[in-house]
């Protein structure tokens, strides 16, 4: 059992290749929590669109990454929120580019 989030839609029980996938963003931290608005979101249904998927997101996270790098903190409090966020991004790319290097799906 994982938390997986309020907007994450299981497939269904029967449909092993889609609960592979749904393991595999588990193990690269990928859920589904947000507030919903959007619904569910976008969740890959096979190998190549679970690449391509995890291609996009690790391209997004290093965009995260380069603004909380280049942010300015204004006191103590926020460099830490900084430098925390920052081992935060770069654990969550670490994840993805291990993924992408060691299994080529």
Not at 24 to 53: I, Q
Not at 72 to 98: C, K, L, V, Y
């Amino acid at each position: 059992m994982a938390s997986m989030g309020l907007d994450f839609k299981p497939p269904k029980t029967s449909d092993e290749k889609a609960w592979e996938i749904v393991a595999k963003l588990w193990e690269v931290g990928v859920t589904f929590h947000s507030c919903g608005c959007g619904g569910p979101g976008y969740r890959p249904r096979d190998p190549r669109a679970y690449r391509k998927f995890l291609q996009e997101t690790l391209a997004s996270y290093h965009e995260t990454l380069r603004r909380w790098i280049e942010g300015t903190p204004r006191n103590p409090r926020e460099a830490t929120d900084q430098r925390e966020a920052i081992a935060s991004w770069r654990e969550r790319i670490a994840r993805i580019e291990h993924v992408l290097t060691e299994h080529n799906d």
